[in-house]
């Protein structure tokens, strides 16, 4: 099955081996997708490639390219992202649980909202108020 058989009723999605680059036009995901667990994939994303009603996003330690502040798109409410380093911008503003395997965490990185860290491993380096206190 290629990507692009996907039914749109597909709500949770495994892509372990997957490692194409997805576009609006080819390797396109289900609009209806709900969470996206990407295992080995290590290609640039952009805002317009991730379904809007994607609530779940999950990124693994083979994910190595950059991410653009403003590229996840603002509904993603929980994510595990691993390899990079965590800068204003980068998470979602709507976001409530992180997972962190990041090495660095910039100031003001993390949204004020957030309910729930977690610290998968060591982070080397938390610059001071980087994380929201209410």
């Known amino acids: 099955m290629d990507l ?9 999605l495994k892509l372990s081996n997957f490692d194409k680059v997805i576009s609006k036009c080819q390797y396109k995901l289900p609009e209806n997708l709900y969470s996206l ?3 080995k994939f290590n290609k640039k994303f952009t805002k317009t490639c991730l379904p809007k009603k994607l609530v ?6 083979f ?3 950059w991410i653009k502040p403003g590229c996840l798109p603002d ?6 992202i691993t390899n990079m380093e965590l800068t204003p911008g980068l ?11 990041c090495d660095y965490i910039k100031i003001n990185s993390i949204p004020e909202n957030i309910k ?3 610290f998968e491993l060591s982070v080397k380096n938390i ?8």
Do not use: A
């Open 91 to 101: 998470l979602p503003k709507n976001l409530e649980i992180v997972n962190i395997l």
């Open 37 to 39: 667990d990407m295992c």
């Open 116 to 118: 729930r860290i977690n």
């Open 63 to 65: 994910y190595n390219e």
């Open 75 to 80: 509904n993603i409410k929980s994510i595990r």
């Open 4 to 12: 692009f058989d996907i039914p749109s009723t597909v709500k949770y």
């Open 127 to 134: 610059e001071k108020n980087s994380i929201p206190l209410k």
């Open 56 to 61: 779940n996003l999950e990124l693994y330690f």
